[in-house]
T-cell receptor, first 113, second 112 residues
Framework: NAGVTQTPKFQVLKTGQSMTLQCAQD?????MSWYRQDPGMGLRLIHY???????DQGEVPNGYNVSRSTTEDFPLRLLSAAPSQTSVYFC????????????FGPGTRLTVL | GQQVMQIPQYQHVQEGEDFTTYCNSS?????IQWYKQRPGGHPVFLIQ?????EVKKQKRLTFQFGEAKKNSSLHITATQTTDVGTYFC????????????FGTGTLLAVQP
C-alpha cells in the first residue's frame, strides 16, 4: 500500500503558467480533497470529491480546477498561476462511511514568482 | 459558511507542563477530528469524536466534544519534547455536507 501519493514534491512557476498537481490513492477511498496550507491560516479546503464524477467547492476554490474520473486519482489544476497561490498543497483521502480518518499525502511545495 | 477557530495560535511550555488547545465551530458539527502535524510533515490523524459530551483518552492526551457539538478541546498532560508540532481540529457539518473544515491550528513548542 502506497497510501496517498503526490507529485511533484516541489515546483516553481512563473506568474501566468498553468500546471497540474497529481494525487493518487490506492485505498479505494471515496472521499478525496485538496487543501492549501499557509502560515497562520491552517489548512484551507480548496475542492473535494465524494466519488468518481462528483466534485464540489471548498473554502478557497478560485483559480483551481479539479476532476475525478477514477476513484484513485484527483488532480488539481492551476489555470493561471499567481503569487498568491504560493503555498504547500496537501491531498487527502478517506472512506465516506466509518471512522472518516483522513490520510494525507506528503505535500507539494509550490512557489509562484 | 462553516468556520472553525482554534486558540491559542501558539503555546510554549516547559517539558512536564500541561497543554490545552480549544476548537470552536460556527455551526453544529456531526463529528470532530484531531490531527497532529510535525514540523515539515503532513497532518496525521489522532482521533474522532462523534457523540455530544464525548471524552476519549489516548495515554497523556484527552479529547472532549462539547454538549452542543460546536466545540472541542485537546489536553496533553505532562508534555514531552515528542509532543512538539501543530495540532488541528477538523469538523464536518451535519446534513448533506461532507466537507471537512480544518481549524487554524495550535503550534506547540516544548522546551526541555
Amino acid at each position: 500500500n502506497a497510501g496517498v501519493t503526490q507529485t511533484p514534491k516541489f515546483q516553481v512557476l512563473k506568474t501566468g503558467q498553468s500546471m497540474t498537481l497529481q494525487c493518487a490513492q490506492d485505498m479505494n477511498h471515496e472521499y478525496m480533497s485538496w487543501y492549501r496550507q499557509d502560515p497562520g491560516m491552517g489548512l484551507r479546503l480548496i475542492h473535494y470529491s465524494v466519488g468518481a464524477g462528483i466534485t464540489d467547492q471548498g473554502e478557497v476554490p478560485n483559480g483551481y480546477n479539479v476532476s475525478r474520473s477514477t476513484t484513485e486519482d484527483f488532480p488539481l489544476r492551476l489555470l493561471s498561476a499567481a503569487p498568491s497561490q504560493t503555498s504547500v498543497y496537501f491531498c487527502a483521502s478517506s472512506y465516506l462511511q466509518g471512522p472518516h480518518e483522513q490520510f494525507f499525502g506528503p505535500g507539494t511545495r509550490l512557489t509562484v514568482l | 459558511g462553516q468556520q472553525v477557530m482554534q486558540i491559542p495560535q501558539y503555546q510554549h511550555v516547559q517539558e512536564g507542563e500541561d497543554f490545552t488547545t480549544y476548537c470552536n465551530s460556527s455551526t453544529t458539527l456531526s463529528n470532530i477530528q484531531w490531527y497532529k502535524q510535525r514540523p515539515g510533515g503532513h497532518p496525521v490523524f489522532l482521533i474522532q469524536l462523534v457523540k455530544s459530551g464525548e471524552v476519549k483518552k489516548q495515554k497523556r492526551l484527552t479529547f472532549q466534544f462539547g454538549e452542543a457539538k460546536k466545540n472541542s478541546s485537546l489536553h496533553i498532560t505532562a508534555t514531552q519534547t515528542t509532543d512538539v508540532g501543530t495540532y488541528f481540529c477538523a469538523g464536518r457539518g451535519g446534513g448533506a455536507t461532507n466537507k471537512l473544515i480544518f481549524g487554524t491550528g495550535t503550534l506547540l513548542a516544548v522546551q526541555p
